[in-house]
């Protein structure tokens, strides 16, 4: 079980049997819905609640794959593997959102969001 233990080892799988070396930020956003609040003149306040998907923040190695590819990529489930906790994140029918920067100076990529249209997690 996780518990209270986070990080270790982490990969990226993709349908297509491809690897993503985690490298960094990993955010899962699980919910399905944002809320905002507004305050109307008269004081009182009011709540309006959007719905969104799952979905998650990855940063990783550059490893020179083709991104273009990666963007253009048919929906496909996406899992993220955390060796240390036990903890498996699959994103059903997902696919990459984003403009991707790619750090030259320590061979990252970033800006990319993995959004699915469902979410399991599994162990831990």
Same mark, same amino acid.
């Given at each position: 079980? +996780?518990?209270?233990? $986070?990080?270790?080892? %982490? @990969?990226?799988?993709?349908? @297509?049997? +491809?690897? &993503?070396? &985690? ?15 507004? #305050?109307?003149?008269?004081?009182? #306040? ?5 719905? =969104? ?6 940063? $990783?190695? *550059? @490893?020179?794959?083709?991104?273009? +590819? &990666? %963007? ?11 060796? $240390?906790?036990? /903890? =498996? ?6 696919? $990459? =959102? ?6 030259? &100076?320590?061979?990252? /990529?970033?800006?990319? =969001?993995?959004?699915?249209? *469902? ?6």
């Amino acid at each position: 079980m +996780a518990g209270n233990d $986070f990080g270790g080892r %982490m @990969s990226v799988r993709l349908s @297509s049997g +491809a690897y &993503l070396s &985690l490298r960094g930020t990993f955010s899962v956003m699980r919910g399905r819905q944002s809320n905002e609040a507004i #305050t109307n003149q008269d004081g009182s #306040t009011d709540r309006i609640g959007t719905p =969104t998907s799952p979905r998650a923040n990855v940063t $990783f190695k *550059d @490893s020179g794959a083709d991104l273009d +590819a &990666l %963007m253009t990529a048919p929906r496909q489930n996406i899992v993220i593997t955390e060796e $240390f906790t036990g /903890v =498996t994140h699959h994103y059903i029918s997902a696919f $990459f =959102t984003g403009d991707s920067d790619n750090n030259r &100076l320590n061979g990252e /990529v970033s800006g990319l =969001t993995i959004v699915g249209e *469902d979410y399991r997690r599994t162990g831990g």
